[in-house]
């Protein structure tokens, strides 16, 4: 057999199959990624908790829990720790933490409390200045973990300048009065957030500290020559 | 290679997603080893036709 010699790569057919099959293949790829991200983000509830099942986006009763972010000797990386650590860094689901004085929040209040802080968020547009889960500026701090910060924390800074005993109450104070404490050279506006707004938006960024952000942003708050305690003071 | 999955949830890109680059690398593999295929068969579709 004679053999021709012959252009594939200037042929018409060999390149429209081969947009047909990457663009065909891409798209069904992209489809099934949607619903695998689906299910990776569909929020959990109580019985999960009870369960002691561990859900990327877990329940909003989460608030009624002490949230650590702890490292992972697993996965190789902090993440959320919920009710107590084992050792190894996953949740126990068992020690509680007192939200604004309650930690038996049902399902039903915890998810009105949530769906007050988001829309609060948005409402006041937070994201113009700071991130959330990767979304927003960079002008103010990020505050996926923002819960977790230790400065926000027992001897933390923040909560010693609100001159609150929690942490929720400190935050609170804060976002009313933001133009009271000064914390950056870039303050934080008065956005005429309300005491009921203030409790949600606490119970938003408690909730958004326990979502599983596959370590990111890494480290965080483990970088304890960045705090100024005030005790130390 | 081959690490245990430690991922929050299971899912096939999780599974695949074993280092830097896997994922990347399996997906393109996938994309373009067919377009291979596609190279000879228009090339033996060429051959004849002429």
């Not at chain 1, 929020?43 to 002490?66: C, F, L, W």
């Not at chain 1, 802080?117 to 701090?141: I, R």
């Not at chain 2, 999955?5 to 994309?31: E, K, M």
């Amino acid at each position: 057999m004679s053999r021709k010699k012959v252009s594939v790569w200037s042929d018409n057919r060999f390149w429209q199959r081969s947009a047909i099959w990457v663009t065909g293949f891409a798209s069904l790829l992209l489809i099934w990624l949607t619903f695998d991200t689906m299910g990776q983000i569909s929020m959990g509830n109580q019985k999960d908790i009870d369960n002691h099942i561990t859900k990327r986006v877990p329940s909003a009763t989460v608030i009624n829990y002490e949230v650590e972010y702890n490292m992972n000797q697993n996965r190789g990386h902090e993440v959320p720790v919920i009710g107590g650590d084992d050792g190894k860094g996953n949740s126990l689901f068992k020690v509680k933490e007192k939200f604004f004085g309650r930690d038996d929040y049902t399902q039903k209040e915890a998810n009105a409390l949530l769906h007050l802080g988001k829309l609060a968020s948005q409402a006041k547009n937070c994201m113009d200045c700071h991130t959330l889960l990767g979304n927003g500026a960079y002008y103010a701090p990020d505050l996926t973990k923002a819960w977790l910060d230790p400065a926000w924390g027992k001897n933390g800074p923040m909560q010693a300048m609100t001159g609150k005993n929690t942490k929720e109450e400190a935050m609170a104070e804060f976002l009313q009065h933001p133009g009271k404490y000064p914390t950056h050279a870039r303050m934080m506006p008065n956005l005429g957030i309300t005491p009921k707004e203030a409790i949600g938006l606490v119970a938003f960024l408690k909730h958004m500290s326990t979502i599983d952000t596959n370590g990111f942003p890494r480290g965080f708050g483990k970088i304890k020559e960045g705090v100024v305690y005030a005790k130390s003071k | 290679m081959f690490e245990s999955f430690t991922d929050v949830n299971h899912s096939f890109f999780g599974l695949l997603n074993q280092g830097p680059l896997t994922l990347t690398l399996f997906l393109h593999a996938v994309i373009v080893l067919p377009m291979f295929w596609i190279y000879f068969q228009e090339k033996k579709r060429l051959e004849s036709e002429n």
